[in-house]
Every structure is written in C-alpha cells, then in structure tokens.
C-alpha cells in the first residue's frame, strides 16, 4: 500500500504530467480552439502568443510540485517523531540543530505560545516549535533538496541518468521567481521552449523528485533519525 507522502504525490505528478501532454498535443497541432456555435463552428488554431503563455505556465506548475513534494516530505518527518514520541535526546544532532534553530527563530511561535503545547519538553519541544509554513519560500532547487538532505540526514543520491540529479531545478526555480515578481512575461518565459524539450523536464523532474521521496521513506522505516541509527552508521 501506497503511503500517504506518496499518494499525494502521485496525484500531484499525475496532474503535472497531463498538463504536458496536452502541451505537446497542442504543439503538434492535434488541439485546436472551437468558435461559434454548434451549427456554425468554427475552427482555429491556438495563438502563438498564448501557446508561449501555456508553457511558461508549465513552469509554475513543476515548481509547485517541487516544494510542494518537500514540504509535505518534512512535515511527515516531523508526523513521524511527534507519533513515535521520540525524544530530543535520542535524536541525531542534525535534528537537534534543526529544533534549536526552529527555537530561535523569531518568526516562529512565540514562547507563551509553546509553552502552552509543552507538557514532557525532551518530547514535545521537536513538534512544538516546528512550522511548516517556514519550510521553504519560493526558493527551492537541487541544491536547496541537498542541503536539507544532509540538515535532517537522509540520502540524495538518485539515479543520475533518470533524474539529471535534480539539474532542471534551478531553471524552473528561477523562471517562476522570473514571473512571480514579474520580472519577465509569460510570453517571453516561453518562447524559446518546445513541448518536447518541456516534456522531457518533467519527466527527469518527477523521477528526481519520487527518488528523493523513497530515500525518505527509506529513512523513517529504518529511523535513522534516531542518534543511535545515526552512530551504527558511521561505523559500519
């Protein structure tokens, strides 16, 4: 049975997939808009300009799959700890810096506010002072995936040949930065992208993305969160 970190993002990944298809469809011309009326359609091909606005919206919609994707994949790391019940004492210290800086940050929860959820500390200070919302802010990429990997200590190796290692990341990453701030149009985000090229993106992208997700799950099962885990490790 399919977790639920992967169920959502199956559906996600399907979402993003179609979006493409139907991209390279349009492309090839095999989509076309219908004018008019039931008695009198009319037929006409997708303007150029809007067609360029289509697939820069593709952009957007890998991005929102990615952070999406990682969100969810650290808020389960968390689920899993606060279920479990485990201790700050027994985690990694990877962990423990997290929980500490998730203390100090000043746009977290208050201390009033934590206290009030607190009742053992060793166990409930690793969920009370967590905030999805602080995860990640329209800024991440692969290497932003690799940094959190080696934070919370679970693997980022993927096939290289599938998944280009999360390499498209940065691109996407930008252009949406590009067209949230309005930096650059639609328009010109995509007019020098083919669907073919946009397709094959995705692609690497989601492989990158369900790679990650299985050396995360691989993490929780073996809880190598744990300081323990982390130690045995090290000496094998």
């Known amino acids: 049975m399919r977790s639920t970190l992967f169920e959502d993002f199956d559906k996600r990944a399907q979402e993003v997939r179609r979006y493409f298809i139907f991209l390279k469809n349009l492309e090839k011309g095999s989509i076309q808009l219908s004018l008019g009326n039931a008695n009198n359609p009319k037929i006409k091909p997708i303007n150029e300009d809007l067609e360029k606005t289509l697939k820069a919206t593709g952009y957007l919609l890998l991005y929102n799959l990615v952070e999406s994707t990682m969100r969810n994949a650290i808020v389960t790391i968390f689920d899993e700890l606060k279920t479990q019940r485990v201790s700050f004492d027994d985690v990694r210290d990877e962990i423990k810096k997290i929980v500490i800086d998730n203390l100090k940050d000043k746009d977290n929860k208050s201390t009033k506010d934590i206290?009030?959820?607190?009742?053992?500390?060793?166990?409930?200070?690793?969920?009370?002072?967590?905030?999805?919302?602080?995860?990640?802010?329209?800024?991440?990429?692969?290497?932003?995936?690799?940094?959190?990997?080696?934070?919370?200590?679970?693997?980022?190796?993927?096939?290289?040949?599938?998944?280009?290692?999360?390499?498209?990341?940065?691109?996407?990453?930008?252009?949406?930065?590009?067209?949230?701030?309005?930096?650059?149009?639609?328009?010109?985000?995509?007019?020098?992208?083919?669907?073919?090229?946009?397709?094959?993106?995705?692609?690497?992208?989601?492989?990158?993305?369900?790679?990650?997700?299985?050396?995360?799950?691989?993490?929780?099962?073996?809880?190598?969160?744990?300081?323990?885990?982390?130690?045995?490790?090290?000496?094998?």
Not at 128 to 145: E, V, Y
């Open 115 to 236: 206290l009030v959820t607190v009742q053992n500390i060793s166990v409930d200070i690793i969920s009370a002072t967590f905030n999805r919302d602080r995860l990640f802010s329209g800024n991440i990429d692969g290497k932003r995936i690799k940094d959190t990997a080696k934070m919370y200590g679970f693997s980022y190796t993927t096939n290289a040949g599938k998944t280009g290692n999360g390499s498209n990341l940065e691109k996407i990453k930008n252009h949406r930065k590009d067209l949230a701030h309005g930096f650059k149009s639609f328009e010109e985000i995509g007019k020098d992208a083919t669907a073919d090229e946009l397709f094959k993106i995705q692609k690497r992208v989601i492989c990158y993305l369900r790679e990650i997700l299985e050396n995360i799950e691989m993490y929780i099962s073996n809880q190598e969160y744990l300081q323990r885990n982390e130690q045995n490790s090290e000496n094998n």
